[in-house]
T-cell receptor, first 110, second 113 residues
Framework: EDQVTQSPEALRLQEGESSSLNCSYT??????LFWYRQDPGKGPEFLFT???AGEEKEKERLKATLTKKESFLHITAPKPEDSATYLC???????????FGKGTTLSVSS | DSGVTQTPKHLITATGQRVTLRCSPR?????VYWYQQSLDQGLQFLIQ???????AKGNILERFSAQQFPDLHSELNLSSLELGDSALYFC????????????FGPGTRLLVL
């Protein structure tokens, strides 16, 4: 069964304290791994798509990496405005639906 | 702003009632997806439409149905509502029918009392 597991469930950081979020997946033939950011009561906001092991994408303080079994979202020198829930998802075997993890809720304090 | 619009933003109704949620995809996108997000289940795929036709089904209850119209907007109909149907309902759209990035709308928060 296709599955996505994110850890930790919650992460508290001080402003400027870098860290990483993990997303491990089991799927038959990866057809894309996606990172989204979600603020409370809002829709998921697209961040990155990764398709093959070794691929990396960067945007401001965020960098996403992909291996054959997991992906990491590295946050460098976070700011309070980076506080949100970060969701990881993969396409199902049909390449249609997104299968989401439960997310990591990040809180950054100044 | 993803370019995907959803109405209404909030909906409060009673058990046994029927409601309709509306979604307009990004300009040029042919696929529309519906997802349900509850506190205990996370984001769950319900159904996909591509250019007016149903393409894939997920964990969608028989009480729920959807359609996509010629102008590509989509509606999700929820009937015989139960307390457990209270959730956030999101629409997403993509250019084609698979393996591309899906862009999500702001959601409709449904509360069934």
């Amino acid at each position: 069964e296709d599955q996505v597991t994110q850890s930790p469930e919650a992460l508290r950081l001080q402003e400027g304290e870098s860290s990483s979020l993990n997303c491990s997946y089991t799927v038959s033939g990866l057809r894309g791994l996606f990172w989204y950011r979600q603020d409370p009561g809002k829709g998921p906001e697209f961040l990155f798509t990764l398709y093959s092991a070794g691929e990396e994408k960067e945007k401001e303080r965020l960098k996403a990496t992909l291996t054959k079994k997991e992906s990491f979202l590295h946050i460098t020198a976070p700011k309070p405005e980076d506080s949100a829930t970060y969701l990881c998802a993969v396409h199902d075997q049909a390449g249609t639906a997104l299968i989401f993890g439960k997310g990591t809720t990040l809180s950054v304090s100044s | 702003d993803s370019g995907v619009t959803q109405t209404p933003k909030h909906l409060i109704t009673a058990t046994g009632q029927r409601v309709t949620l509306r979604c307009s995809p990004r300009s040029g996108d042919l696929s529309v997806y519906w997802y349900q997000q509850s506190l205990d289940q996370g984001l769950q795929f319900l159904i996909q439409y591509y250019n007016g036709e149903e393409r894939a089904k997920g964990n969608i209850l028989e009480r729920f149905s959807a359609q996509q119209f010629p102008d590509l907007h989509s509606e999700l109909n929820l009937s015989s509502l139960e307390l457990g149907d209270s959730a956030l309902y999101f629409c997403a759209s993509s250019v084609d029918s698979g393996q591309e990035t899906q862009y999500f709308g702001p959601g409709t928060r449904l509360l069934v009392l």
